[in-house]
């Protein structure tokens, strides 16, 4: 077991001559640190590289200065440890005081993108811009979030409201968008010169102080008036796609710190250094040009977050988009120095539907809320704000649509569409308490307003030509129907009643019956008046001619005739329960996205009278880690609503009967129709040996009306005989109308009552170290051991492994070794490729150990003694030579067990010794020279869910996983294996091998090779602390007096503390760091002294 020894310096009883020593000596340390300090600072000044002879972004200035204007910055606006708090002024006793007030931040994203234009066209006016101010406002909210410059016109109007409106501001999170890479490399010199210019802009148009020329995409103009006083935070980027991430990982690999002037990461990934650059760029430049400072953070999503997820993984490799869990930015290893009194937050895009895993994760479907009711979103932001600790955590994207169309289904109705106004009303209410009740420090709902350009997944394909989505409004498209400001052209209100209809409307009619039709930009439109209709006896089937009168189906289900012109579709009115539009079978534009077979998405002349439901594909089929399996979920659109459409619980209606007056009113919306764009008047029609799907401009419908009785007999068609026709005019101007939805007034409400109060009473915290049990404070060790060096363990398992981050201990049998792979076979097996030295040089020299599995490969119980140990010192010895590095573990051959042998290893010289006893090693009673270790029997033992269970049963143990080969299921080794029906073949596939080691590696178990932990452990329980306190400055060194040489192991070391900004010297994660949960890591050699120190403003 560890020991600790504090050995506090006294001076009271020393000889004078002593003490002024002492003082002179303290005080060369001091100036020596001093000096060391001002070289940190200098290493902290961000340095802008832009090329050629371009000026500097921030001029460089010495330390003391920058740390003057930092002193002197003003900060209105601070992060805490789960809220925002303001500055606010405040009356006491007569006298005006500034006290801090922590808010929850509520509000809306800002979206400006008005019907007819995208948001980088910035049509919105000044009076727009206060309209919708003084709207969001009214909602009770207290912030807003623009993704980007806007327009001057925007920041007038804000600063107006605020002017007006001192009593009940609103606070701007300012956003600072990153555009695409052409590299996926983020570090990229050009790239990392535009964002920068970009974060220079944003905080020069806060403070009032920016000229900006025109460029295409980007706002422009003379922005004079300072909203500094209202901008609560810096808010930089978009949601990373892993894929750029991971690219910016691996081309960047050596960059894993970052310490600045004002934000600092002892140790982090290329990504989170790059991120952290950012940060610390914007708080450089704010507090040298303007000394004023506020809170600033970076936006992640789920994608990205710090948690793996068991529920993420195989999906057809046809149709994955990016790996969802294979990528983390975490938020705590970001830190604010002492020059940074604003601090940072985390932020998150969070919706209740994407990735599946925030629906299918177990202990996310069986949380439950506040409320009583399971919800997975409450289960996923309880996990990710105990990721955030001691920071406030923002969700600043989140909400569900109001669109016809569903894209993603979720648990518990949290779809990504399908939802009626009232429903969305009462599911956002749903998710604003789960993060409000979670401890978030603030709900940011996307998004203000509908827009109209905004593209979907499922339906994209669909919308041409894409160019001009930005005219009409898709009610199926879910990203155009997210807004609490509901953005509309519906001309009509279907409720049965006329009088929103005018007679030019009139298609054709007579006593018995009138048909009327048309269209706005996000319907089609039918009425009908038919005075002796009764759903009682009948049924009303209309047949569409949407394009080309030979194309589509000439044969009705109910008609015995052919129709003169081809059908493309037939809508069904049977009763208010039973309504349905079908489409010609052969013009559906579903796919099945696991076969190679895409359709052409045109109509085609037929008569087969098949007419099928519209079904799309919005949930693929997926099957967990542990091998829970999810079906596909299709997406039927068919099925038409019954209802008022002007009401909120029927706001997506498609028909109402009007049983009094006999009327009929239909809608629907035009992507029913495969109309890719109604403003040009163009449908879908695909054209064969094109990469792209194609449209035609269409002339009109041409509509066939029929009523047959319930027997779908006796048939009538209106008018007789003949169809009626119906075109619309094209529009490049796109008229529109806002109304508030209900989640409107649902917010307006919720919003009012969500205020915070944060407890900021200090408990008394006694200072400890320790050092953990694991590296870094995981809760258990976990080591990959492989035997007999299969070359497949190298060209199939060293790739995963790279992957996830993995590294592992290779046994070698030394009489199989050559400097080149070669083949070898035991007697009675079939010969099997081995690496050779060459490949484990190579892996040794990329982290991984290399180990004896002795010089012969064989059951060493009934071995001689002296045999063995002369075969254990000739196979370390020989490896040693090849491998030019010391061999500190043996490896039984068939997991040798007999007592006499463990004592061997020792005399050999080995550290460590690995037998099979399918047990785990408990972490204070670890027999080195019989490391138990668990086998890999075949591809079915353990299954993945046993080997889970194998893993999770390992907390705070160490448990080591032994693997021999990794041959692809259709290989001749495994084929073999099969032919000779062998059990315990000691195999595995590559996919069972990922499958494996990804489970390995989101069990958060410290993963390494056997002799890293092994050392690790004997490194623990030989060492003791010595700490010299001096105050506000700590010397530590982890002393024992094992073999340096060998026993150089970094060591975590855990420091609990009070100070709030400390700073950490000589370690192998320097840098500044903010306690968090009171506790701070490090990672120390042995014998080696660190400083600590303590530099905490107050």
Known sequence: METTSRSY???????????????????????????????????????????????????????????????????????????????????????????????????????????????????????????????????????????????????????????????????????????????????????????????????????????????????????????????????????????????????????????????????????????????????????????????VSFVNWLPTDPMYHNSEFIENKKVREYDNDI?????????????????????????????????????????????????????????????CTDMPLLITEYGVPSSRGNSHYSTFGFHQGGHSEEDQAEVNKTLTEDIYNTGCGGAIYFEWMDEWFKFNWLVIDFEVPADRRKFWHNMENPEQNFGVLAVEQRSKTIDGIEDDWNSNELISGEDKYKFSASSDAEYYYMKYNLPEFSFDKSNIHIAIDTYDKKKGDHKLPFLEKDLDRGAEFLINFINKDSAEILVDEKYSVYSDIYNDYVPLYASKENSDGKFVRQILLSNRERESLEGDKTPRIVYDRSSLTFGNSGEYTSSNSNWFWNEKDKIIEIRIPWHLLNVSDPSSLNVLDDKAGTGDIESSETDG???????????????????????????????????????????????????????????????KITPAFRITDWFENKHGALSISFDDASMTQYTEGVPVMDKYGIKATFALVSEWMNENPSLSAEKGNFSIEKFGYKQARELLENGNEIASHNEIHEKLDTVPEERVLNMMINSKQTIEKNINHPVYTFVFPYSSTKAFLFPLTVKAGFLFARTGTDQTNIK?????????????????????????????????????????????????????????????????????????????????????????????????????????????????????????????????????????????????????????????????????????ENITEE
């Open 701 to 763: 419908f041409n509509i066939y009306t029929f009523i047959t009785d319930k027997l779908y007999k006796n048939v009538i068609q209106i008018p007789d005989n003949q169809s009626d026709f119906y075109s619309w005019k094209k529009w490049e101007t796109s008229e529109y109308k806002t109304r508030f939805k209900k989640s409107y007034y649902m917010f307006k409400e919720l919003f009012h009552s969500m205020e915070v109060t944060e407890d900021t009473a200090e408990n």
């Open 327 to 387: 990528e983390s930015i975490d938020f705590r290893k970001f830190y604010s120095t002492d020059l940074f009194k604003a601090g940072i937050f985390a932020s998150y895009h969070a919706y209740p539907y994407y990735p599946d895993f925030v629906y299918l994760d177990k202990k996310y479907t069986t949380a439950v809320n506040a409320a009583g009711n399971k919800d997975n979103y409450y289960g996923y932001l309880k996990d990710l704000k105990e990721n």
């Open 924 to 1092: 204070d009673n670890i027999d080195f020279t019989k490391l138990a270790t668990i086998a890999i029997y075949n591809e079915n033992n353990p299954t993945p869910e046993e080997f889970k269970e194998k893993i999770d049963s390992a907390y705070d143990k160490w448990i080591i996983l032994n693997y021999h080969h990794i041959f692809p299921d259709d290989s001749k080794e495994m084929n073999l294996l099969r032919y000779h029906n062998v059990t315990n073949t000691y195999s595995v596939t590559p996919a069972m091998f990922e499958r494996q080691m990804r489970l390995a590696r989101n069990s958060d178990h410290w993963i390494a090779p056997v002799s890293t932990v092994g050392r690790y452990v004997k490194q623990r329980i030989n060492s003791r602390l010595e700490i010299t306190d001096h105050d506000d400055r700590i010397l530590l060194k982890i002393v024992n007096d094992l073999d340096r040489n060998i026993f150089n192991i970094p060591l975590t070391i855990e420091f609990t503390t009070d100070w709030k900004v400390i700073k950490v010297s000589n370690s192998l994660n320097d840098g500044i760091y903010n306690p968090r949960n009171n506790k701070v890591y490090i990672n120390v050699l042995p014998n080696e002294e660190i400083i600590i």
């Open 9 to 295: 310096i006294s001076s009271s009883k020393l000889k004078y001559l002593v003490i002024l020593s002492f003082v002179f000596l303290l005080g060369f340390t001091v100036y020596k640190m001093m000096e060391f300090e001002d070289s940190i600072r200098e290493q902290r000044i961000v340095r802008i590289n832009v090329g050629g002879e371009k000026k500097k972004l921030i001029p460089v200035i010495s330390n003391a200065l920058l740390k003057e204007k930092a002193d002197n910055s003003e900060h209105l606006f601070k992060s805490g440890k789960k809220y925002f708090s303001v500055l606010e002024k405040k009356i006491r006793e007569g006298k005006q005081v500034q006290e801090w007030k922590n808010h929850f931040l509520k509000g809306v994203n800002m979206g400006v993108a008005i019907p007819g234009s995208y948001p980088s066209e910035f049509r919105a006016t000044y009076d727009t811009y206060m309209d919708w101010l003084r709207k969001i406002a009214d909602m009770n909210s207290n912030t807003i979030r623009t993704y980007t410059i806007l327009p001057p016109e925007f920041y007038e109007a804000f600063a107006q409201y605020n002017s007006e409106n001192n009593n009940k501001p609103l606070y701007l999170m300012q956003g600072v968008w990153a555009d695409e890479t052409d590299s996926n490399n983020y570090f990229e010199k050009e790239y990392l010169e535009r964002f920068q210019n970009e974060i220079k802009d944003v905080i020069d148009v806060i403070h009032g102080k920016a000229v900006i020329n025109e460029r295409r995409g980007h706002a422009s103009g003379i922005y004079s008036r300072d909203i500094s006083q209202y901008t609560i935070a810096i808010l930089l980027g978009r949601e990373w796609e892993p894929v750029t991430v991971t690219t910016t990982n691996k081309k960047n690999s050596s960059l894993v710190n970052y310490n600045g002037s004002f934000i600092s990461l002892p140790a982090g990934n290329p990504m989170e250094v790059w991120l952290a650059g950012m940060m610390d760029f914007t708080v450089h430049y704010e507090t040298q040009i303007y000394e004023e400072q506020r809170p």
